[in-house]
Every structure is written in structure tokens, then in C-alpha cells.
């Protein structure tokens, strides 16, 4: 079976922005698992300024994980 | 007696996810040890973009403790 | 007179966990050092799922220093 | 195609600020793509002292991760 | 004049936490320089369990910090 | 031009403690450039303990930035 999470390294920043961001979605998925109630949810919180704002907070905390786990990616410059 | 938490090494990134999710629940148990009340509050909280929002927040956290607890797994580069 | 917190030394990761959660707490305790009106506080936010996930976030930051301090209990393994 | 991230190396501690501004934005956009909404939500949370201070939040950490991989700017004193 | 804040090195884990409490108080000190102000709204805030645990969180913050600054007080053990 | 943020490095604890409100306060006015509005907004917020201790967080979040950044001002003790 294929992991959806093989590693923290990714080529660029940008990929590991990516990779954040999915970090943040899968807590979410775990513990609402039924896709039908997500879809419900997401049109609402997509328009709630500080549902945003929080899913923001999540993916800036796990994009320094993922930036630490890469070196910041400073062998790219 | 076994530790629910003998130590904060995975053999990878995602089994280190799924510990995260660990450590960020059994906090909550430890507040209300009452398994039954838990169980009232799961299905409206999982209905509550706010909450899961919050509930990956702290899934991040744990993560960004584990991934350094294990280096990040970069041996397995 | 003893100290509440003599060390951030732990023999295993269980009980650096229970040692987040008594950090969590006493600030708490240092905000309101009344406890009759703590344990008037307790079963309310006990009940309230936003509240249960915001204490597993303090206690989760409070992990994380733990965790470092104790080098993620690495010897043990 | 240019990445809108291509480092997280900046000059100054100024434009780290701003990059982490802008770390902080992608998020959002990311979850809310209508830039239609986005325009109508922004003058309502832009005057949500709360609203404000999140974002602010959001912008803290991600400044430490863009600070972390310029080694602070040390080498610029 | 004395500085509030000479050193973030403490002595002890314990007068650690106890700067950390401190560092969380100034902060709002500096936006809400009234004391007025403050002694009405301690009360309020002393009594929500929301608040008390925000509270702890900006202390589990600071103390991250001062454990840090102090190398964690190994030298003690 | 001269820069608002030229470093992060500063003389002392307190000095670095002060550089961190004005880290805090400037995604603020990045958010709400209108001086007017935010002069709206500060009087009630500075009277909401929630906002208080949100805006403590965002402060702790930035100090620990600026410390590291200082190396703890290990060299002045």
C-alpha cells in the first residue's frame, strides 16, 4: 500500500507549502471521515473569515516542520 | 504495565502522523475521563468546522514534535 | 520547601506527557488560585468540546518543550 | 512557470516580514479560491479586532520559520 | 532604571514558569495600560475557563522560550 | 529609506521583548492600513480580555523569534 505520507522532503519551498497544507487537511479527515458532511461543511467555512484565518494558523505551523525537515531547502540556492 | 507511550520514535513520517493524532486525543480524555460524555460531544464537534479546525491545530503541534524527535526521518531518504 | 517543578527530566515519555498536562494546569491555577471557583469552572468546560481542544493545544506546546529538554527521551531507544 | 516561492532567503528582515505576510495569505486563498469572496469578506474581518490579531498570529509563525532560514540575519550585522 | 526583564536566565525550572507568567502579563500591560481597566476585567476573565486556558497558552509559549534560554536547566540535574 | 525592521538583533531582553509588540503590530496594519479604523478598534479591544491575551499570544510567538535570533542574550550574563 502506498503511504500518503512517504517523507517531509520535497524539492522546493513550494512543495512543502503543498505538502502543509495536505498535513492540515488530513487531522481533519480523521476525525470527520465521512466525506458527505465535509462537502457540507467547506462551503460554509469557505466563507467564514476566521475559519480561514485558523486553517491558515494550521498550515503555517505545520510548514515549519516541514521547511526544518528540508533545511529551509538552502542547498536549492 | 504497558505505556501508551513508550517512546516518540516511527518507523515513518505517517506513522509519526498517526501519533500525533494520538497525543493531541488522549490530552482530551484526560480532561474528561468520562468516555461516555466524549462520546456525546464527538458527533456535534465533528460537525463543527471551528473544532476540527482547531482539533488539526493541535495535531500540528504534536507533529512538529515527533517529526524532530525523529529527526525527521531523514534516514529513510 | 519543595519545588512543583524541580526539573524537566522525566524517566519516559508518559511521564513527560503528564508533565505538559501539570504545566498547563498550574498556570491555571496561578490565574485563578481560587479553587472552589475552579472546580464550579471544571464540569462546564469539561462538557464543552472547544474548551477540550484548546486545553490539549496548551498541553501539546507544553509537550513540546518537554519533549526537547528530555532530547525526546532518544537514550531509551 | 515562476513559483511564487521559489526561497524562503530574503536580503533583509523587512522582506521576511512580508514574505511571511504572504505565506500567511496563500493559505487562505488556497482554501477560499473565489478571489470574488475573498473581496467581500476582507473589509468585514479588516475591522474584527479579533479577525486582525489571528491573522497577525498567522504572520508570527510563519516569520519564525522565514527568520529560522535566513540563520536571522546574522550576517548581515 | 531598572529593566523588568535583565536576563531570561532563571535559577530554577520554577522561576522559569514564573518569568513566563510574567512575560504573558506585560504583553497585556503594554495594550491595556490602564490598571483600572485590568482590576475590572480580571475578574470577569478569572471566572471563563475559555480565557484561563488562553491564558496558559501564551504562558506555555513564553516558557518554550525561557526553558530554551536556560538550556532547559540540564546543568541542574 | 530607512527600514522599520533593519534587525532582529537588540541590546537587551527587554529591548527584544519591545521588538516583538511592534512585530505583532505591524500585520495588524498591514491588514487595516486605515489609522482611523484601527484607532476605532483599539478602545474596545483593549477592553476585551479575549483580544488581550490573544494579542499576549501573538507577542510570546514573536519574542521567541527575536530570542533565538539573540541567542537568549546569553552574553550579557
Same mark, same amino acid.
Given at each position: 500500500?502506498?503511504?500518503w505520507l512517504p517523507t517531509l522532503k520535497t524539492a522546493t519551498p &513550494? &512543495?512543502?507549502y503543498d505538502l502543509a497544507?495536505?498535513?492540515s487537511r488530513v487531522a481533519v479527515k480523521l476525525t470527520q471521515p465521512d466525506a458527505e458532511v465535509r462537502?457540507?461543511?467547506r462551503p460554509?467555512?469557505?466563507e467564514d473569515s476566521d475559519a480561514l484565518i485558523a486553517a491558515s494558523q494550521v498550515v503555517a505551523t505545520?510548514?515549519?516542520t516541514v521547511a526544518a525537515a528540508n533545511d529551509f531547502w538552502r542547498d536549492k540556492l
Open positions: 500500500m502506498t503511504s &513550494e &512543495e512543502g497544507v495536505k498535513l462537502d457540507r461543511l460554509v467555512y469557505a505545520h510548514f515549519a
